[in-house]
């Protein structure tokens, strides 16, 4: 099973909302990423995990809160967000991470997020 | 700002033509790795590049690095409209830092 699975697909949410995107890898990688991409951009880093443990943050907002309950799951915890924070939420998995990019990674489709 | 810049930014052909598209970073690099994204979804894994390489090949992909240049390319032969899509460079140039460049957007026509 190579699938990195994120739900839901799509989000809409309040500026005064509280919600969660999820993402799940059954691969037995010990590192997941979260990346946020604006339309037309390339895919920006927020955070990344390894072995269960926050390793980057790439100075990310508070209202962004990761958590990695164990070494299959990555949340994202938002809460309220901006307009500006709408974007395509992508998750990541790879074996290893020693530098993001020594190892392939594997995305998974993406939760669009509409802040309103 | 970001690490890898691409050119073209966009690039049209015609199906059975080959696509070239390049990535030039700024500072050493470990490795290389080219992502191809259709719209609006995830991201699929073409092909990791060592710094100590020169070139690999996966199928009708061919990827070369020069680090002297500081600069990739993939070459994309007989191509398909399955290969329309963006293709981006992403590089490691310390550790744990992960940069893609700013891709470049192949149409494939038939």
């Known amino acids: 099973d190579t699938e990195v699975t994120q739900t839901p697909k799509h989000l809409v949410m309040g500026m005064t909302n509280k919600k969660s995107l999820k993402c799940e890898q059954h691969?037995?990688?010990?590192?997941m990423y979260w990346y946020k991409q604006k339309a037309k951009k390339p895919p920006e880093l927020m955070f990344v995990?390894?072995?269960?443990?926050?390793?980057i943050n790439e100075s990310v907002p508070s209202r962004f809160s990761p958590e990695c309950p164990n070494s299959s799951l990555l949340n994202l915890h938002l809460h309220a967000l901006q307009p500006e924070d709408s974007a395509l939420y992508l998750c990541a998995s790879s074996q290893d991470h020693g530098g993001a990019f020594s190892y392939e990674q594997y995305f998974g489709p993406g939760t669009r997020l509409t802040v309103t | 700002s970001q690490q890898g810049e691409e050119d073209p930014q966009a690039l049209s052909i015609q199906e059975g033509e080959n696509a070239t598209m390049n990535c030039s970073y700024k500072?050493?690099?470990?490795?290389l790795q080219w992502y191809r994204q259709n719209s609006g979804r995830g991201l699929v894994h073409l092909i990791l590049?060592?710094?100590?390489?020169r070139e690999k090949h996966s199928g009708r992909l061919r990827v070369t690095l020069d680090t002297s240049k500081k600069s990739s390319s993939l070459l994309i032969t007989a191509s398909r409209a399955a290969d329309t899509a963006s293709y981006f460079c992403a590089t490691d140039f310390n550790a744990g830092k992960s940069t893609f460049g700013d891709g470049t957007t192949l149409t494939v026509k038939p």
């Open positions: 590049i060592r710094s100590n390489e």
């Open positions: 691969m037995g990688h010990r590192a």
């Open positions: 500072t050493s690099i470990n490795n």
């Open positions: 995990y390894s072995y269960e443990k926050l390793s």
